[in-house]
């Protein structure tokens, strides 16, 4: 009986040449996906110092943890993909792409949605204060705020989510 080798475990996706000091992917950063990138980082940054600058309270606490989470591993997949260093990341590196797919429709999307509602939920109730003549330090406007950055956050990450979901429907392994 001849023995059968399954087939190994595909390269990495190629990355910027290598040389000795890192330098910037600049292919990525004229993509779709890293333009769409940098508009989640500013928006996403514009959210949670909107509800971390501001009293908060109760589902708020959920709303800003999710917004900084979903932010902080942003930058990580923006920055690995701008220097072309994916594949030194264990296990994902290989798998770049399907990496960023799951990133932006089930962590972005699914995180700045239920945060989204969170702040819109809130600035319904604060609606209240944005009255003519009412004294007291209002809340509605930094929960309305936060709430519209983070729709617009979780529209990005959809965009962003699909680009490279039509990607790994043409069996294309490269984020750009």
């Not at 001849?2 to 993509?31: E, I, K």
């Not at 089930?106 to 989204?116: E, F, I, P, Q, W």
Request: charged share 10%.
């Amino acid at each position: 009986m001849a023995h059968t080798v399954p087939p190994a475990a595909p390269p990495p996706p190629p990355g910027p040449p290598a040389r000795g000091s890192l330098s910037l992917h600049h292919a990525y950063l004229r993509s779709p996906l890293g333009l769409l990138r940098l508009g989640q980082l500013a928006l996403g940054a514009a959210f949670w110092v909107t509800v971390a600058a501001h009293k908060y309270e109760g589902a708020a606490h959920f709303a800003l943890f999710a917004a900084v989470l979903v932010w902080l591993l942003t930058l990580a997949l923006f920055g690995l993909s701008l220097l072309g260093r994916w594949a030194l990341v264990p296990w994902l590196g290989s798998r770049w792409l399907l990496t960023n797919l799951i990133h932006d429709l089930a962590l972005g999307v699914g995180l700045y949605a239920a945060a989204t509602g969170i702040m819109g939920y809130k600035a319904g109730q604060k609606s209240y204060c944005n009255l003519p003549g009412y004294s007291q330090h209002c809340l509605y406007s930094a929960y309305l705020g936060a709430s519209v950055c983070g729709g617009i956050a979780a529209c990005l990450y959809l965009f962003s989510g699909l680009y490279c979901l039509s990607r790994r429907c043409r069996d294309q392994r490269d984020i750009i």
